[in-house]
């Protein structure tokens, strides 16, 4: 990685973040789950189109049909398990709607500017697509650390 290279904002390629928080709370969204806050327009962009392929999957639980959100919080999230089928989806469908005004509202960057690569202020992705499934590569020190990070502490609720 060139410490010096600079990256369009704007780059198609790349998913630019900065940790933050979400104004709301969230149990099911993973994207409200993280700490990781989108700063550019391409982010939410390929962020909305991630949500909408997760919603579009789904799967039979308790005789209901409900989204992937709603299976994957029911598998991993223990607070959900004494909450009614229904309850957790009209909870999701809360949230969703909840993350895309965040989204909406967020102060992004300016389309036309340019950051380093290598820098501790953003969190930078590299994003590639294989087959139908776009894979997102720390593609800076600063985000391999972060992620690393992130894995272990989920890892670690998961034990």
């Not at 789904?58 to 919080?73: H, L, W």
């Not at 909840?98 to 590299?126: A, R």
Request: charged share 30%; aromatic share 6%; hydrophobic share 35%.
């Amino acid at each position: 990685m060139d410490g010096e290279e600079l990256i369009n904002v704007n780059d198609i390629n790349y998913a630019i973040y900065k940790i933050g928080d979400w104004k709301n709370n969230y149990e099911i969204n993973q994207i409200g789950l993280s700490s990781e806050v989108p700063v550019t327009k391409n982010t939410i962009t390929h962020i909305k189109l991630s949500m909408d392929e997760i919603r579009k999957s789904e799967f039979s639980i308790s005789d209901k049909t409900v989204n992937g959100f709603v299976a994957i919080a029911m598998q991993l999230n223990p607070k959900l398990q004494d909450m009614e089928v229904d309850e957790i989806i009209s909870l999701e469908n809360e949230e969703y709607g909840n993350i895309l005004s965040e989204l909406d509202g967020l102060e992004l960057l300016d389309e036309d500017d340019s950051i380093l690569l290598e820098n501790e202020e953003y969190l930078i992705y590299k994003l590639q697509k294989e087959c139908h499934v776009t894979t997102a590569t720390p593609a800076n020190e600063f985000t391999e650390k972060f992620h690393a990070d992130e894995l272990k502490k989920i890892e670690d609720a998961l034990n």
